[in-house]
């Protein structure tokens, strides 16, 4: 028995070598070895995909809940280790039936870890490789090689038999002349003839009849395999199903979601159309069908594809799903019936709280908007489901509904107020925050209250996560809005200092004490809100230890353990005291009025009475002089001039520019931004359509400011393309120095650096980079004397630029590690060389000398294992320093394909810094580098000039 089963465990050279125990036993290593570890780590990797993602029901459902997660890392290490149990699988196992179900699993992984472009390419390759064509030509080569492996044995068998059958012929030819022999001499002698021989009485070979009844038994086996052909996939359930199907359902799925309709479509309609699709396919089938109408917009047919999904599905959470997201598109298409049918549908399955929740939610909203109740009753079921204690954590949706009722009235204030309660009473639910920021946000920006949608476009980005198709527009509109809302808010402070400067001293003062009044009553509120919660915290403590140690104990006679007696004794209490709030001392609040309070505020003197220096504190910046209050009205000048463009160009509200700057120019009679602001004037009025206050303005710009700038662009629309053409002489005048600079010849670059002021004039604005070559280029000429002198001139002559960073950083880094530099090294960064294309090796630095970089290789080694199993990432050790004082441990990681590879590498690692380097107290840097680069760094020994090159091509 032992030889059979090694005779079945040794590897074959083709399947037609395979007998029938070794096909059994590669077809079950395969699928309960391999395969089934594999499957069993991706459902699992699946359903923690799943229980990741948070349901947002103020937005359409995702289909799969489990290609919402905003990051799927968290399963790459599982995912990983499926790819390599599969792989392993088809290698030592290639002519087992579970083949196409290893490749399957494959492209399932990279589905579900999101490289979609991997995916696609194991789908692709699975489609070809096991097609019904391509599996049917495979089979006809293994039963044609089987065929004539057959014919071999026979011919084998038959040269035995006629083998035996010539010396059986032999045998037989002798018995016969002995038994005829013996019948002459019976006859002779007048007895009876002797009985026949065995061998002459059976009419036939032993042979013959052995092959006869071999090649009827092949003939049968051939009739079987041939009915079990024109079977169909579902008529026979034992046997084993080709993946071919299920594996052009995720090919369809991997299409759609790199935007390949089209070609996911022809997959689909073929599954749709074919006879031979198999019940379960068919089912999902319809829901991949909607995913693809969704992604598309084509929310009715997703409706028409819904239902059948929805039907055939047998899990009843799923179909809770379908039919929600089937209420939100029949939302999404006006239809209020529609959308109530689809809730009431989703409810009857039974989904779990949040759902159910949210489809109660949505048939009070859809109710009154489906005719089937008045507003009046929404509010009224709404506020209902308020009162329940059970919903106490859904009460920021509720009131967001109540919201969404009051804007559906045309009731805006009501609107707003509910979306605010709606944030008051968030308990962490993001994507809810989310939605009623973002509402609040564009409503503030519609009523053109640009700071207060300023300040909600900021919330909204903290609460929306970035892979929101929304994010890039809320995150434009608040960078959009940043300096518009600055300015406006300069312009109110200032005001309002202005307006404070004019009053009488005992009108401060009375403002002052209301400053201070509600200051204290702030305070007071925080200090109670603390005592709360400590109180609350405390109560949960004990609470918990009595839960905890009494868990198997008798009943206790406790009091306070009887619900009864401690609402009883709640209503002797508010009976006695109020209502009061749960904190420590609430007897010493009640006796001494406030003298805790008092005592906390550590406030000194009578809150009726306050010291010029307290007013003059508690005013903050109010003007005091006339000069004060000049630079106010300049601030608020400046802040005027400034709305006006800013208006125009970057919200094209072009009144609103009219207005500021004519309240600008009204207010301040020859202001300082005057001529900037009647040019402004002249192009909003043109783009209003007024040409005769454009043509005002353009008269009084010609009259008053001749020879401007402005002028000139008035009296000569061209004069705009001379000026751009000038600028892009610029812009060449400077490539053409750096480029000199680049390959060495510092002299010229250094020359034409300093020739750009005559040549462009001093206010240039592309002085700055200017100077900065120029101090770069005489470093390289005169010295590191003259470097630094250079250097320091930019840093005085450009304050607020990126040059005048620059030259500072590099002034640090001179001061800091000349002593540790070799003789003749430069840390200049021209040493380096951007190629974002060539191979990049990754470079972890670390601060301390006395690490222990074993430990950290093996961290690293670690955090590699689990995030980049499969792509073979090797790691050195190095240090960089000229002596052993002044070392630094350096890990080495090779290598990467590109910028692009070892920069998501770097963005990976910062987003998990705790699980790379485990100890919190190790300081690292990290350097993506390219090969050259890395023999720069190595050369100089050091990597205070590669960060620098690193901070300007990598991180900006």
């Known amino acids: 028995m032992a030889l059979f089963i090694l005779a079945a465990c040794t590897a074959t050279k083709s399947r037609s070598d395979m007998s029938a125990l070794g096909e059994a036993y590669h077809n079950t290593t395969a699928h309960y070895n391999g395969y089934f570890n594999a499957n069993e780590l991706l459902i699992a990797s699946e359903a923690l995909l799943q229980q990741a993602h948070i349901d947002n029901y103020t937005q359409l459902l995702p289909m799969y809940p489990e290609l ?61 490789e096991f097609s019904p064509e391509a599996m049917e030509q495979k089979e006809k080569k293994a039963a044609a090689a089987k065929k004539s492996s057959k014919k071999k044995k026979k011919s084998k068998k038959r040269k035995q038999s006629k083998r035996k059958k010539n010396k059986l012929s032999k045998k037989k030819s002798q018995a016969l002349k002995k038994y005829n022999k013996a019948v002459r001499k019976a006859r002779k002698s007048g007895g009876a003839a002797p009985e026949k021989p065995e061998i002459l009485r059976s009419g036939r070979d032993g042979a013959a009849e052995s092959a006869k009844e071999e090649k009827r038994k092949a003939n049968e086996e051939e009739l079987k395999e041939e009915q079990a052909a024109e079977d169909g996939p579902d008529d026979n359930p034992l046997k084993h199903r ?17 935007d390949k309709f089209d070609q996911a479509q022809r997959i689909l309609t073929e599954l749709l159309e074919s006879a031979k699709t198999y019940k379960d396919i068919r089912a999902e089938l319809s829901a991949v069908q909607a995913y693809l109408f969704i992604q598309t917009e084509d929310y009715a047919q997703a409706v028409a594809a819904l239902e059948p999904a929805i039907e055939l599905q047998k899990d009843k959470q799923r179909k809770a799903r379908y039919a929600f997201i089937m209420g939100q598109l029949y939302q999404k298409l006006g239809n209020s019936r529609g959308a109530y049918a689809g809730f009431e549908q989703a409810l009857a399955y039974k989904p779990d709280y949040t759902m159910a929740f949210n489809c109660q939610l949505n048939l009070a909203k859809n109710a009154w908007a489906s005719g089937q109740g008045g507003a009046l009753q929404a509010r009224q079921e709404l506020e209902r489901m308020l009162k329940e204690e059970k919903n106490a954590e859904f009460k920021d949706q509720i009131y967001f509904t109540l919201a969404e009722v009051a804007f559906a009235e045309n009731d805006r204030a009501e609107g707003i107020r509910n979306l605010q309660r709606s944030l008051q009473h968030s308990l962490g639910n993001s994507p809810q925050k989310t939605e009623a920021y973002l509402l609040l946000a564009d409503l503030y920006f519609e009523d053109e209250s640009y700071v207060e949608a300023k300040l909600y476009y900021d919330s909204t980005l903290m609460a929306m996560v970035q892979a929101d198709e929304r994010y890039k527009r809320v995150k434009g509109a608040a960078e959009n809005l940043t300096d518009i809302a600055d300015n406006l808010q300069i312009i109110a402070l200032q005001d309002s200092l202005l307006r404070i400067s004019q009053m009488s001293p005992k009108e401060q003062e009375a403002l002052a004490l209301r400053i201070k009044k509600e200051r204290d009553e702030e305070r007071r509120k925080q200090l109670l809100q603390q005592a709360n919660r400590q109180s609350t915290q405390r109560f949960n403590t004990l609470n918990n230890r ?27 209490f508010d009976r006695k005291w109020g209502n009061r709030a749960l904190e420590d001392n609430w007897r010493r609040f009640a006796v001494t009025s406030d003298a805790l309070l008092e005592d906390l505020l550590a406030d000194s003197g009578s809150p009726d009475i306050l010291t010029e220096e307290e007013v003059q504190k508690l005013l903050g910046d109010v003007p005091r002089t006339e000069a004060d209050i000049r630079t106010a009205e300049l601030k608020i000048q400046e802040a005027m001039s400034k709305l006006g463009p800013l208006y125009r160009e970057r919200l094209e509200k072009y009144d609103k520019a009219i207005e500021i700057l004519e309240a600008l120019n009204r207010r301040f009679p020859s202001n300082n931004f005057e001529l900037e602001s009647w040019y402004q004037l002249y192009l909003a009025y043109q783009e209003v359509g007024n040409t005769a206050k454009a043509k005002e303005y353009a008269d009084k710009i010609l009259d008053k400011y001749t020879g401007t700038t402005y002028a000139m662009l008035i009296k000569d629309p061209n004069y705009g393309d001379e000026i751009a053409a000038e600028s892009q002489r610029l812009t060449r005048y400077y490539d053409e120095t750096y480029q000199a600079f680049q390959t060495g010849n510092y002299q010229q670059a250094y020359s034409r650096s300093l020739g750009a002021k005559e040549e462009f004039g001093a206010g240039n604005p592309m002085q700055a980079k200017f100077a900065l070559l120029a101090a770069m280029s005489a470093g390289n000429i005169e010295g590191k004397e003259a470097y630094i002198e250079q250097l320091r001139n930019v840093v005085a002559r450009f304050p607020d630029t990126e040059e005048q960073l620059r030259a500072r950083e590099i002034l640090r880094l001179l001061g800091e590690t000349t002593a540790s530099l070799p003789a003749g090294a430069k840390e200049e960064i021209e040493n380096f060389k951007y190629e974002e294309d060539k191979l990049h090796y990754f470079i972890i ?26 792509d073979r990432i090797r790691i050195s050790n190095i240090y960089l320093g000229t002596d052993a004082k002044n070392r630094v441990p350096i890990l080495v990681l090779r290598r990467f394909k590109n910028k692009q590879e070892a920069m998501a590498y770097y963005q990976g690692v910062v987003s998990k810094k705790g699980e790379f380097i485990t100890d919190e107290a190790v300081e690292f840097e990290l350097f993506p580098v390219t090969q050259d680069n890395y023999r720069e760094v190595l050369k100089e020994r050091t990597l205070d000039s590669y960060r620098i090159f690193f901070q300007q091509y990598y991180l900006n």
């Open 546 to 572: 009595i839960n905890t140690g009494g868990a198997l104990a008798e009943p206790s006679t406790f009091f306070a353990y009887d619900d009864r007696r401690l609402k009883r004794g709640e209503r002797e």
């Open 845 to 870: 630095a670390f601060s301390s000398q006395d690490l222990n970089l074993n430990d950290a290789k093996v961290q690293v080694s670690d955090y590699n294992e689990k995030y980049h199993k499969l």
């Open 68 to 128: 919402a997660v905003e990051d799927a890392s968290v399963i790459a290490p599982d995912a990983d280790n499926a790819i390599e149990k599969v792989t392993v699988v088809v290698n030592l196992h290639p002519y087992s039936k579970w083949v196409d179900d290893c490749y399957l699993l494959f492209g399932k992984a990279q589905y579900l870890k999101r490289d979609y472009e991997a995916a696609e390419e194991a789908f692709r390759y699975f489609s070809t």
């Open 242 to 258: 080709p993946a071919y199907q299920e594996g052009m359902l995720y090919y369809a799925k991997t299409l759609i979601e790199r």
